[in-house]
Antibody, heavy 126, light 107 residues
Framework: QVQLVQSGPEVKKPGASVKVSCKAS????????ITWMRQAPGQGLEWMGW????????NYAQKLQGRVTMTTDTSTSTAYMELRSLRSDDTAVYYC???????????????????WGQGTLVTVSS | DIQMTQSPSSLSASVGDRVTITCRAS??????INWYQQKPGKAPKLLIY???SLQSGVPSRFSASGSGTDFTLTISSLQPEDFATYYC?????????FGQGTKLEIK
């Protein structure tokens, strides 16, 4: 069965970096894109960015440009999201999700997220 | 960015009730609206994609409709496991954006 398993919770100080992993199983990794989202405590969902597992193309939310990098390792079917220069308002649960529509090209309408990781809590505190 | 506004923000209902949640887009989203259910401490779960297509394994009491700027999610007969927060999401225009959520509580 399709599974996305994320790495464990992290506690970081302001200014530090965090790298969250998302290991996929149960499907052909390179056939589906991966989107990352986050959810601050008690808040809604925020789209962070997308990566093609086929060719490594990325598209990031404008507000995170310069601080976020998304990568994949196709040999281990794992996606990674690194966020740098952490601030207190980066405290959130971070999710990866499978995107069955956008894989090679982000500029396609009609995407949705059919499988999600369990979430990784990242706490930024001094 | 397309802004998605859900109403109501919260809703109290009883088991067996019929419930409708509305999502309005700030500009046309064609039919590229998806609906998710989220329970406390869990990841969101896809219910409906492309406005009205039921995701595999989702009970048929869930349905959705709409196009353009106005969309609805309907639960025909609430079950105890349906009490959760529901989000709409548009994927017509980059970047994808979500509604603020509708919390469905037991009356």
């Amino acid at each position: 069965q399709v599974q996305l398993v994320q790495s464990g919770p992290e506690v970081k100080k302001p200014g530090a970096s965090v790298k969250v992993s998302c290991k996929a199983s149960g499907y052909t990794f390179s056939s589906y894109g991966i989107t990352w989202m986050r959810q601050a405590p008690g808040q809604g969902l925020e789209w962070m960015g997308w990566i093609s597992t086929y060719n490594g193309n990325t598209n990031y939310a404008q507000k995170l440009q310069g601080r976020v990098t998304m990568t994949t390792d196709t040999s281990t079917s794992t996606a990674y999201m690194e966020l740098r220069s952490l601030r207190s308002d980066d405290t959130a649960v971070y999710y990866c999700a499978r995107d069955p529509i956008r894989n090679t090209n982000y500029f396609v309408s009609g995407s949705y997220f059919d499988y999600w990781g369990q979430g990784t809590l990242v706490t930024v505190s001094s | 960015d397309i802004q998605m506004t859900q109403s109501p923000s919260s809703l109290s209902a009883s088991v067996g009730d019929r419930v409708t949640i509305t999502c309005r887009a700030s500009q046309s989203s064609s039919s590229f609206i998806n609906w998710y259910q989220q329970k406390p401490g869990k990841a969101p779960k896809l219910l409906i994609y492309t406005a009205s297509s039921l995701q595999s394994g989702v009970p048929s009491r869930f349905s959705a409709s709409g196009s353009g700027t106005d969309f609805t999610l309907t639960i025909s007969s609430l079950q105890p496991e349906d009490f959760a927060t529901y989000y709409c999401q548009q994927s017509y225009s980059i970047p994808d954006t979500f509604g603020q959520g509708t919390k469905l509580e037991i009356k």
